[in-house]
């Protein structure tokens, strides 16, 4: 099992900054890929970025330029830097991790962290 609790989250004016934090703990040596998926009301869930298993890094286009994610692997933690926000990057934030194969591959999600981008 894989646990995840993100922070960070909350209420700035466009223009604005936040950092996201996401700390796994557990089977962490079983992760493959870890990332951010976001869902604003009445729209599906979406990635906004992510570390592959490979270790490269993918962005949504609609935030590219703007966001970065990191990693602190000593302390199982991803980021996700947010600059330049806009009031369409309100939405719950959700860190998401992979881990196993085949018949052991898992799915893990956090509770997610309300972002809130003011106009």
């Known amino acids: 099992q894989v646990q995840l609790v993100e922070s960070g989250g909350g209420l700035v004016q466009a223009g604005g900054s936040l950092r996201l934090s996401c700390a796994a703990s557990g089977r962490t040596f079983s992760i493959n890929a870890m990332g951010w998926y976001r869902q604003a009301p009445g729209k599906q869930r979406e990635l906004v970025a992510a570390f592959t298993s490979g270790g490269s890094t993918n962005y949504a286009d609609s935030v590219k330029g703007r966001f970065t994610i990191s990693r602190d692997n000593a302390k199982n933690t991803v980021y996700l830097q947010m600059n330049s926000l806009k009031p369409e990057d309100t939405a719950v934030y959700y860190c998401?991790?992979?881990?196993?194969?085949?018949?052991?591959?898992?799915?893990?999600w956090g509770q997610g962290t309300q972002v809130t981008v003011s106009s």
């Open positions: 998401n991790a992979d881990s196993g194969y085949g018949s052991s591959w898992r799915d893990y």
